[in-house]
């Protein structure tokens, strides 16, 4: 799943993105690579309608299907994250 947002305020920007690290990898300053299960992803939304004002912020969520995710073309710099592998972050 990809997710990107579009927040107003930058203490609520840096909140979301921070409970976006907690399911993800960032990809783009408001766009992540997400590969949670349905329950956490109510979870994930859940945080977010807490953080947000639904009238000045938005964040949209775009489901990827597996047939979708093999096809992924990256040009130039980035690099496929494989929701199967390990990754580490220092």
């Known amino acids: 799943m990809i997710v990107a947002y579009d927040i107003t ?3 609520r920007l840096n909140k979301i993105a921070k409970v976006m690290l907690d399911y993800g990898v960032r990809v783009q300053k408001s766009i992540f690579e997400i590969d949670v299960t349905p329950r956490a992803f109510r979870e994930l939304k859940e945080r977010v309608e807490k953080i947000i004002v639904k009238e000045l912020d ?3 969520y775009y489901p990827l299907c ?3 995710v ?9 690099q496929f994250t494989d929701p199967d592998r390990e990754y ?3």
């Open 58 to 60: 938005g964040v949209k």
């Open 66 to 68: 597996e047939k979708c």
């Open 9 to 11: 305020e930058v203490k």
């Open 88 to 90: 580490y972050v220092f």
């Open 70 to 78: 093999g096809t992924v073309e990256i040009i130039g710099q980035g």
